[in-house]
């Protein structure tokens, strides 16, 4: 079956420091990788979206890559700070192509930034 | 505009009890969708529907009902709560031409005791 799975619970940095998140996925061959971040009691915010034929996407102190041959995506946080402490969550599309809103999501990573 | 709306924010329901989470957005998305969110479990897929008139089943369907009489609107019922549906429900839309960004809502909180 497909799995969608992000490799750390929670992960705990100082400031200033680049965090790094792992999204790894099986028996699956999505057409989009998306990162979403979500604060305690709200809804998940989207973040960037990569697709399959690009390797990097970077907006401002975000940078995510995508590995179809490793079935992998980092995303990357520079310069951190106390204020990117969220729990981050990868998605894939379902159906390779329009996903209608059908995605599947990992269960997280939470992220503490130290001052 | 608001964006994409839930109400309520909190329930508590007892088992047997039938409910409806209401949702509504106002950016004239064609797709809509509703997931459940539960410890450990990443967001899951209830149903989803591309258009008014149609709505197709996601991951864990049962126990829930949908409909979409128009664009704006996609509530779920919750038929006959079981303390197994105690989660966090969000609902979400998105357009064709956004590359399949999805807007969330705030999430409704739902306890069946």
């Known amino acids: 079956s497909q799995k969608i799975e992000q490799n750390s619970e929670a992960l705990n940095i100082q400031e200033g420091k680049t965090a790094t998140l792992t999204c790894n996925y099986t028996?699956?061959?999505?057409?989009?990788l998306q990162w979403y971040r979500q604060d305690p009691g709200r809804g998940p915010v989207f973040l960037l979206l990569?697709?399959?034929?690009?390797k990097e996407k970077r907006k401002e102190r975000l940078k995510v890559t995508f590995d179809t041959t490793l079935k992998q995506s980092l995303f990357h946080i520079t310069a951190s700070q106390p204020a990117d402490s969220a729990t981050y969550l990868c998605?894939?599309?379902?159906?390779?192509?329009?996903?209608?809103?059908?995605?599947?999501f990992g269960q997280g990573t939470i992220l503490t930034v130290h001052p | 505009n608001a964006g994409v709306t839930q109400t309520p924010k909190f329930q508590v329901l007892k088992t047997g009890q039938s409910m409806t989470l209401q949702c509504a957005q106002d950016?004239?998305?064609?797709?809509m969708s509703w997931y459940r969110q539960d410890p450990g479990m990443g967001l899951r897929l209830i149903h989803y529907?591309?258009?008014?008139?149609?709505?197709d089943q996601g991951e864990v369907p049962n126990g829930y009902n949908v409909s979409r009489s128009t664009t704006e609107d996609f509530p779920l019922r919750l038929l006959s709560a079981a303390p197994s549906q105690t989660s966090v429900y969000f609902c979400?839309?998105?357009?064709?031409?956004?590359?399949?960004?999805?807007?969330f809502g705030e999430g409704s909180w739902l306890t069946v005791v």
């Open positions: 979400a839309s998105s357009y064709a031409g956004s590359g399949n960004t999805i807007y």
């Open positions: 529907s591309v258009g008014a008139g149609i709505t």
């Open positions: 950016m004239n998305h064609e797709y």
């Open positions: 998605a894939l599309d379902r159906t390779g192509g329009t996903s209608y809103g059908k995605l599947t």
């Open positions: 028996n699956y061959s999505p057409a989009y």
């Open positions: 990569i697709r399959e034929n690009e």
